[in-house]
C-alpha cells in the first residue's frame, strides 16, 4: 500500500517537525 520512499519521506518529515517543536519550547521556557 505504502511504497517505501513516500514512508521514508513522511517519517524524515515528521521528525523534522518534532525537532522544531522542541527547539521553540526550548525557546520560550
Known amino acids: 500500500m505504502y ?3 513516500y514512508v ?3 517519517s524524515h518529515f ?3 517537525e518534532l525537532s ?3 527547539v ?3 525557546r520560550l521556557d
Open 24 to 26: 521553540w519550547r526550548q
Open 3 to 5: 511504497d517505501p520512499g
Open 8 to 10: 521514508n519521506a513522511m
Open 20 to 22: 522544531r517543536i522542541m
Open 14 to 16: 515528521y521528525r523534522g
